[in-house]
């Protein structure tokens, strides 16, 4: 029954102690008679987003017009790593973060070293940012978070943001009125991809066979095009400035 317990606690169920021990008894009933507690298929459950909950602690990229800053928890995922190369696949509207040395010619500093630990840098690109707005047709007086995920490459561990999954912020917070204190306040207005709009999240199925295609990224696909969607990469150097041939 330990484990039990344990597995309740993890999926963070809280329940008094007259629930488990009539869980226990259950349990010890069905052993003694020898049979299975009921099975229940997962068909027809929804996921919701990850995005939903909190996500301090989480890897995390924010573009706004002109600038983009990885969060300091993506930072500390590849500790002692300073430079990335950003590029970005246009089929698959995802930016993929790869650790990389000063001598690639498109690595950018993603963090820097400040009292002894690594903290995360603002990178400022009005050409780049811009072409990622204009691929994802986002809204520029707005700011965008996405979470990141990681990913194993050719190139070992990266991360990887899925741009559809964005969360879009409005310019300025809205003011209502508390109901209990009746004084005016102020909160971040914030909107979730429309497949959302009418469900919780994806389908069980969808959920686990995504997370299990999602485990090897394919870097070639940032830099081939494909049948019948380019899928060029769009890095820039250490000047904030595209590397694209006009």
Known sequence: MENTNETLQNQGEVISQKEQELIAQLVSIRKEQK???PFETLDG???PPRTQFSMLKKPAVTFKITKFE????????????????PTFNRAKKRLAA???????SASIEWSRLKNDVYISKTITSPDYV???????KWDRTCRYKILGRLAQTERGLVLIFDCEEAIKFAPQP????????????????????????YKIGKSYSDYVAF???SLFENLDEYTETTEGAKADSIPINENGETNEKQ
């Open 35 to 37: 049979q299975n507690l």
């Open 45 to 47: 459950y929804e996921v």
């Open 70 to 85: 990885f969060n300091c928890a993506a930072v500390r995922l590849f500790s002692g790593i300073t430079l990335v190369l």
């Open 98 to 104: 790869i650790p990389c040395s000063e001598e690639e």
């Open 130 to 136: 811009e072409k990622i707005f204009e691929i994802m």
């Open 174 to 197: 809205l003011e209502y009125v508390d109901k209990r204190t009746g004084q005016i306040k102020k909160r971040q207005v914030k909107y979730y991809p429309d497949e959302y709009k």
């Open 211 to 213: 997370h299990q295609q």
